[in-house]
């Protein structure tokens, strides 16, 4: 079975600072991989997706991840982080063989000024 | 493009009745997917459709749970005998195409609160 592990619950950056958020995943081939991001009391928007090719892809509002098969990693960076950046953060994978998005626990963000 | 519409987006109730929502998803997308999110966990999958056809129904999606898309377009889930363990936000998701490669696009949920 599939599963995604974000290992930081809770994560406090200064505003301006860069910004990495880990996520791991565990599938026997390579999975679809997703970062989505939710503010409070609302649904979750897509920041980027990785089916296949280059492994460091880009997304909105400036982020970016790198898949590392080696390390079975999507870790999402930012390299200047906005106020507006505070919220949760959640990785997903999914396979091949399922339409279903398997999430992990999120990473909240806090964003100090 | 309208985003994926979720209806209500609040609801009280007391445990034992029996609730319904909806989710109208974006226009042209055949896929639609229920997932439920508990505080502090992230959302965890509890069916999809393809067009009208319910195609995959998690473990977590009780007898007391009913998903329909009658005409392939919105959706409703019906929670019936709601339970206290039944509150939390209930996420509906649509994404498009004939592979699974195609990124799911959510609604901002209704939240559903047992007394």
């Known amino acids: 079975a599939q599963s995604v592990t974000q290992p930081d619950i809770h994560i406090t950056v200064s505003e301006g600072a860069s910004l990495e958020l880990r996520c791991n995943y565990s599938?026997?081939?390579?999975?679809?991989l997703f970062w989505y991001v939710q503010s409070p009391g609302q649904g979750l928007q897509l920041l980027l997706k990785?089916?296949?090719?280059?492994?460091l892809v880009q997304g909105i509002k400036g982020f970016e991840a790198e898949f590392k098969r080696s390390q079975s990693s999507f870790n999402l960076r930012k390299p200047s982080v906005h106020w507006s950046d505070a919220a949760e953060y959640f990785c997903?994978?999914?396979?091949?063989?399922?339409?279903?998005?398997?999430f992990g626990k999120g990473t909240k963000l806090s964003v100090i000024p | 493009d309208t985003g994926v519409s979720q209806d209500p987006r609040h609801k009280i109730t007391k445990r034992g009745q029996n609730v319904t929502f909806r989710c109208d998803p974006i226009?042209?997308?055949?896929?639609l997917y229920w997932y439920r999110q508990t505080l502090g966990q992230g959302p965890e999958f509890l069916t999809y459709f393809q067009n009208e056809a319910q195609l995959e129904k998690s473990r977590l999606l009780s007898d007391r749970f009913s998903a329909e898309r009658p005409k392939g377009s919105f959706s409703t889930l019906e929670i019936q005998r709601t339970e206290q363990g039944d509150s939390a936000m209930y996420l509906c998701?649509?994404?498009?195409?004939?592979?699974?490669?195609?990124?799911?696009?959510f609604g901002d949920g209704t939240r559903l609160s047992i007394l």
């Open positions: 997903a994978s999914s396979g091949a063989g399922s339409y279903q998005l398997t």
């Open positions: 226009s042209e997308h055949n896929r």
């Open positions: 599938y026997g081939a390579t999975p679809y």
């Open positions: 998701a649509s994404s498009l195409g004939d592979t699974n490669n195609q990124p799911q696009h």
């Open positions: 990785y089916f296949s090719g280059d492994t």
